[in-house]
């Protein structure tokens, strides 16, 4: 009976979790489900169905020592973060869920359920192939001519870009923007192709739902360098690694040299610039972070506003964005990555630990690449991204995030004791 269950629950969780991430109708605060709000409704929803699950699969949950590691590190910032820092206790709330029952949940789910974790993700192939088409159709329909009043423009410009995926500025309103999104939009494009990679095989549509990534900034960045990494674990020879990686170097210091100007203008001119300026000062002053969840907080902005505007070089940012000046947030109020997350929730030290994690668990995968199978192929690749494209969006309060991190540690889990079999 237990098992009927589990089995019905797991598959409705899973693509709850992912859903609620990727379409913007549950990021609305303006939409109401009677007396909820449906954003709270569906994860206090989420958060009890996992809770009920793991309950009664306790005896199977399956825990190596990197994965003891890696809970026992967790709680102990955790406990750090109530003696050091003043922690929102909603969001601590969150975070208990988020940081180690969701991947608790995530390992049982791969290594006990794996024909729900596979039917779950076919599903979401399907229903997100249809939304990716419903986005590109509505392009080719309100663009001009297949679309070319803003393809062309796109693939040169970020603001094309952006016109491509906000529903409201491509169809003059008539769609609203809860439909769909750039940044929400891009990760459901990036599934459908690597969905098409690993498990369809088709490597032409892969690359053809790639494209419509090309200035997603965030993904695009998450690609290059899960690439890059895909490329020094490669069976090539050591010495044409190292040409490649030097010549790629160089050609990137030549580039920034020769447009150094323009470079630094639009990087010193992004919300990004201020947020990763402030980090030194995070590091120093706050080892052990701010609090959980208190980075967005008015009294925290006023501090942060307070105690380093003066250090801050923000010239070009406040003359791209002049109503900053009459507002007075010299310092974003989001945290706009899960670095500038981390540091200021929890400091230097847990962001340490979970990379280090990070890296012993895909050191491992990527080792034994050719013996783990398709479907953890794409669940690695997509957290990979997901990790690294953190650098430019703050993923870490989200259920989609720590999801695909548990999934990755349950690849881990399942091939670890595979081979010691």
Not at 19 to 41: A, D, G, N, P
Not at 155 to 180: K, P, R, S
Not at 228 to 241: E, G, H, M, V
Request: with cysteine; net charge neutral; proline share 2%.
């Amino acid at each position: 009976m237990n098992k009927i269950i589990s089995n019905q629950l797991i598959f409705f969780v899973l693509i709850l979790i992912i859903i609620s991430k990727w379409h913007l109708i549950f990021q609305s605060e303006e939409f109401q489900l009677s007396y909820f709000e449906l954003r709270s409704f569906v994860n206090y929803s989420i958060s009890l169905i996992i809770l009920f699950l793991l309950m009664i699969n306790i005896q199977k949950i399956t825990i190596n020592s990197t994965v003891g590691l890696y809970l026992f590190g967790t709680t102990l910032f955790l406990i750090l973060n109530f003696i050091f820092a003043s922690p929102s206790n909603s969001h601590t709330f969150y975070w208990i869920f988020y940081s180690t029952l969701v991947p608790t949940f995530s390992i049982l789910v791969y290594v006990n359920f794996r024909d729900q974790l596979n039917k779950a993700l076919n599903f979401l192939f399907i229903t997100h192939l249809v939304y990716s088409i419903f986005v590109i159709l509505t392009i080719l329909y309100f663009a001009g001519p297949f679309g070319s009043n803003i393809l062309p423009v796109a693939l040169i410009t970020q603001e094309g870009y952006n016109n491509i995926l906000h529903a409201n500025t491509l169809t003059n309103d008539l769609l609203n923007v809860l439909w769909f999104s750039k940044g929400y939009i891009g990760w459901v494009f990036l599934f459908v192709s690597l969905y098409y990679f690993y498990i369809k095989k088709s490597y032409k549509t892969a690359f053809f739902f790639i494209l419509f990534l090309l200035f997603n900034r965030t993904i695009m960045v998450g690609i290059i360098f899960t690439l890059i990494i895909f490329f020094i674990y490669s069976k090539y020879r050591l010495l044409n690694k190292y040409i490649f990686l030097s010549t790629l170097f160089i050609l990137i210091l030549l580039i920034t040299f020769t447009f150094f100007d323009e470079i630094f203008y639009i990087v010193t001119s992004d919300t990004r610039w201020t947020l990763y300026s402030l980090l030194p000062y995070l590091i120093y002053d706050y080892p052990f972070g701010i609090g959980i969840g208190t980075f967005s907080l008015n009294e925290t902005n006023e501090m942060l506003i307070n105690k380093y505007t003066n250090y801050l070089f923000l010239d070009n940012y406040l003359s791209r964005y002049l109503v900053i000046s009459k507002t007075g947030w010299y310092i974003p109020p989001a945290p706009e990555s899960n670095i500038v997350l981390f540091l200021s929730d929890q400091g230097i030290f847990y962001l340490i630990f979970l990379i280090f994690i990070v890296v012993k668990i895909f050191n491992y995968i990527l080792l034994n690449w050719n013996y783990i199978d398709d479907i953890s192929k794409l669940i690695c690749t997509y957290f990979m991204i997901l990790f690294i494209g953190g650098i430019g969006e703050d993923l870490a309060y989200e259920w989609i995030f720590w999801l695909f991190f548990g999934l990755s540690l349950g690849v881990y889990v399942f091939y670890n004791y595979k081979k010691l079999d």
